[in-house]
């Protein structure tokens, strides 16, 4: 029998293989830290997992494309970007996963988001896969004919590698329901198909499901408000910070106030807003989402309550959770400190790795409840799995039916994690939970499909 010390210097030893496989990609190897560090009690228990050569094709994505995204601007001006597709693992569905459109995108970050993916699709219980693709095209101050020649540019390469049983990419950062209609009406075109489920968070005319848009930041509250319930509390009358301003973050806000909490934040690159009566949601959206602005604008029309602060750091705001909704490692030791002195109770991640590891290691060490993001934002893939399901016997449900679907899948979610982390020796350790859940289910299909 094999003991956990030998098990945790294997793991260790196949972590810095990778890395050394995969050369300057720090966010990656972060993803695959995160995971290998908490393996060692199911690779004790269940010895199948030694079997050589798992854990190894788990970490390597099934396939990787890197495409040339040629595109003119308004004045004719030709740019040359880079496209991605990530197929990571299909164990359990076709690749899923959004497009992310940041000049920061490159393959690293693309390979951390589709490792991610292949657990948080396993944790909703749905037959979905892991996959992750994007550019490093930057959509900001771009006119709306620019974005579409990008987004044309784009499908007419990724056509050939996606399909409803192949592969589904949705939304990220950068790629919103304008994007993702641009990228749909192209792969309509070129294929001459209505093959609706080929893309997830359409327009609800032609395809798309209520609640997708508010799917993400929806569910992250949900598994705030559960982790808050395990401690004997519930989200009303909470204070929260929350980053970024976009999809996810804005969701967020509109559910925490909904539930009764105070969202007191939200952020952009550019610096945080501040407003002791809780943001505006209204104004929000329409600063962000119809007038795609700064969120400086949103302070100048708020009000007294509010204020602007350039390139300050949203942690600093003193509040009783956190849910950081906008970019990976957003979120390091120095930030986890200052939500600790400042009595945070619990950070849920909205965003994908917005914490790095030493700030994880930080709040669980200080009694903090965390959530990781491939539990706590695993909503937006479930309903993206929830609108195929829909394309599929060509109806649409209504917005309840798709809540009460995506309040449950939040709720097993929670479960799950908590009675895993429970049954391997560490109770409250949601990271644990997550990563053993999701891994017993991708692992165990693995096996049984053979060497593949
Ligand atoms: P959006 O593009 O709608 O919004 C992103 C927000 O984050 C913006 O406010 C943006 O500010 C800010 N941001 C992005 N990059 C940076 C950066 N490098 N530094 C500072 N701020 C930054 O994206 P989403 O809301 O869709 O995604 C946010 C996070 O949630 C990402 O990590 C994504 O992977 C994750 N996620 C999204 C899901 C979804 O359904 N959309 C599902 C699950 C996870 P600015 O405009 O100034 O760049």
Redo the contacts with the bound molecule.
Sequence with gaps: MTTRPDINTTLDLLRIEIEHRNPAQPEFHQAIHEVLETLAPVVAERPEYAEPGLIERLCEPERQVIFRVPWQDDHGRVHVNRGFRVEFNSALGPYKG?L?F?P?VNLGIIKF?GFEQVFKNALTGLGIGGGKGGSDFDP?GRSDAEVMRFCQSFMTELYRHIGEHTDVP?????V?SREIGYLFGQYRRITNRWEAGVLTGKGQGWGGSLIRPE??GYGNVLFAGAMLRERGEDLEGQTAVVS??????IYTIEKLTELGANPLTC????GYVIDEKGVDVALLKQVKEVERGRIGTYAERRGASARFVPGGRVWEVPADIALP????N?LDENDAATLVRNGVKAVSE???M?VTLEAVHLLQRAGVAFGP?KAA?AG??AVSALEMAQNHARTSWTAQRVQDELSHIMNDIHTTCHETAERYGSPGDYVTGANIAAFERVADSMLAQGVI
């Design positions: 959004g992310r940041h920061s988001l900001h949705a939304g990220d950062i950068g919103g799917a993400t970024g301003s976009g999809n996810v973050a952020s952009d690159s550019s909704s906008a970019t990976q957003e909205g965003a994908n917005p993001g934002n937006g893939v």
